[in-house]
């Protein structure tokens, strides 16, 4: 069965910087695409990165670009997401995701996810 788990989530104040995990197991992580996600208490889920399957080609939301940088290992079966430059309005709960296949990587139709980490940053 598949599993995702997140974790480094916390809270800092803006301008500080949060780098995210993601543990996958039961699954060929490295023939997945996976990415990050966040939702706002009462805003539905937000695309905030993607990356292919060996890491070719990287996908970044608007409001991230430039400042937020997704990786993997998939020789350890890991989703990192690097932070920088935080301001209050990335404060969500952020999730991690697989797909076996492309499609529109910016779109929530993904297979897996994970339960979620807090990011909460203050002013």
């Known amino acids: 069965q598949a599993q995702l788990v997140e974790s480094g989530g916390g809270l800092v104040q803006a301008g500080d910087s949060l780098r995210l995990s993601c543990a996958a197991s039961g699954l060929s992580f490295s023939t997945y695409v996976v990415g990050w996600f966040r939702q706002a208490p009462g805003q539905g889920r937000e695309f905030v990165a993607a990356?292919?399957?060996?890491?070719?080609?990287?996908y970044y939301g608007d409001s991230v670009e430039g400042r937020f940088t997704i990786s993997r290992d998939n020789a350890k079966n890991m989703l990192y997401l690097q932070m920088n430059s935080l301001k209050p309005e990335d404060t969500a709960v952020y999730y991690c995701a697989a797909r076996p296949t492309k499609g529109n990587v910016r779109l929530v139709d993904y297979a897996y996810w994970g339960q979620g980490t807090q990011v909460t940053v203050s002013s």
């Open positions: 990356i292919s399957s060996m890491s070719y080609s990287l």
